[in-house]
């Protein structure tokens, strides 16, 4: 980080718009190694009663093994893991009351929907009316009552899922963890399932945590992101925080698209500072010394075209590079002097239409600019 910086440009933990319920699973100081390799590295998280929350990073960046250590699989070096105020650290998976959803679905080949679903209740010794009620009720809420009877080999990738859930709730875990359940589903479907997934886990209110590395997922289905980089957490909080005021560049850089234009604190004016970048002149709120190097930012959509009133816009000029239309938006790539890539994301091409290689003015509400130390 840099020396000059004197104020990071957002919390790294922060209160949602309503403030998260008690604390259910409360970890504190985690650590996990393999040989040489610290995974996790002194992780806090606090999930609150029915809440859902999503671990979103990168690949190896220790989410699994976070989900791993809260279900019991394997043991951590150091820390505690604390859920509904017992400490549950040490003890072993099948007295946790944890369920798990894994990537694969896990489900037995020779079982067939009705019995996968009542597995874990006939291991809990729960039988006759009690077992096929509970079995009914979970199959209901995953809408599969009518394959109750139907080998699980004969069943969609979907279909399997929504039997892999209802294994999982039908034995009312105190928690539910969910390793990348979607990934092996196509888009649509995977899309449907997030949704149904949301709904049925709030209705039911089980606290739920979820490992995703799809950004989008994440944003979805979360009351909380947890934002994993290198075995720690970068940023903890609502999807809107996550992405309005991310705590790092790299939580930007991982959530959502953004320009990025590295420059030199100038001025620094009330709660605002200038910026100067290879574009020009820019200002941001954001409390850094004269001197400090930086990186200014924004959202694509924050971005228009045509100039604005200089009190509340930043204001630069650059080359249109490339238009590329995506239907419910067209992508706009400009190139700054030094390579810089600035995207600007607009829902309506203006009238007239855009011709590559134009300089076009672009501008930005000073208030949507974001501020980090330089890296
Ligand atoms: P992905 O999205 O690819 O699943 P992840 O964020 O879930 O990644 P982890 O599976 O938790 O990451 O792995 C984190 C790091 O720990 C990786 O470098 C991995 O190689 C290492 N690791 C995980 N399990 C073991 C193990 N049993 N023995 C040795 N190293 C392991």
């Known amino acids: 980080m840099n020396a ?43 999930v609150g009663q029915g809440e859902f929350i999503s671990l979103l990073g990168p690949s190896g960046c220790g989410k699994t093994t976070l989900l791993r250590l809260i279900a019991g699989l394997m043991l951590p070096d150091t820390g505690t893991i604390t859920i509904g105020g017992r400490d549950l650290t040490r003890t072993p998976p099948h007295k946790r009351n944890v369920g798990v959803v894994f990537q ?20 809990r010794r729960i039988g006759g009316e009690e077992l096929k009620r509970r079995v009914d009720e979970a199959l209901a809420l995953v809408r599969m009552q009518a394959f109750a009877e139907r080998s699980v080999t004969a069943l969609s990738g979907g279909q399997q899922q929504r039997i892999a859930v209802a294994r999982a709730i039908a034995v009312e875990p105190a928690i539910l963890l969910l390793d990348e359940p979607f990934s092996a589903l196509d888009r649509k479907l995977r899309e449907t399932m997030q ?22 997922e994440a944003l979805v289905m979360s009351d909380r992101i947890a934002v994993m980089n290198q075995g720690q957490i970068e940023h903890f ?7 309005t005021h991310p705590a790092s560049l790299f939580v930007l850089e991982f959530v959502g698209q953004s320009t990025r234009l590295p420059g030199l604190v100038t001025r620094t004016e009330g709660d605002q ?51 590329v239309y995506l239907g419910a938006k067209t992508q706009l790539h400009f190139k700054g002097p030094e390579g810089e890539a600035i995207q600007v994301d607009l829902a309506r091409l203006p009238q007239g239409g855009l011709a590559a290689g134009a300089e076009l003015s672009l501008r930005w509400r000073i208030a949507d600019t974001m501020l980090f130390p330089a890296p």
């Not at 104020?7 to 008690?22: D, I, L, N």
């Not at 650590?31 to 996790?40: E, H, I, P, S």
């Open 273 to 323: 500072v200038e910026v100067e970048t290879a574009l020009g002149r820019l200002r941001a709120p954001g409390g850094y010394l004269a001197g400090s190097r930086v990186v200014v930012a924004v959202r694509p959509e924050a971005v228009t075209l045509g100039e604005g009133p200089v009190a509340e816009f930043n204001m630069i000029k650059a080359p249109l590079a490339d238009i």
């Open 195 to 216: 949704i149904e997934l949301r709904h049925i886990l709030r209705d039911l209110g089980i606290t739920s945590i979820f490992v995703t590395h799809d950004q989008d």
């Open 237 to 243: 909080g609502a999807p809107s925080a996550i992405y």
């Open 4 to 46: 000059l910086a004197i104020a990071a440009p957002g919390p790294t933990t922060e209160a949602p718009a309503t403030a998260p319920p008690a604390a259910h699973v409360e970890i504190r100081q985690l650590g996990k190694r393999f040989g040489a390799n610290t995974v996790l590295q002194d992780l806090a998280l606090s």
């Open 104 to 123: 694969n679905y896990a489900l037995f080949p020779h079982l067939t929907v009705a019995e996968n679903v009542g597995f874990g209740l006939r291991n």
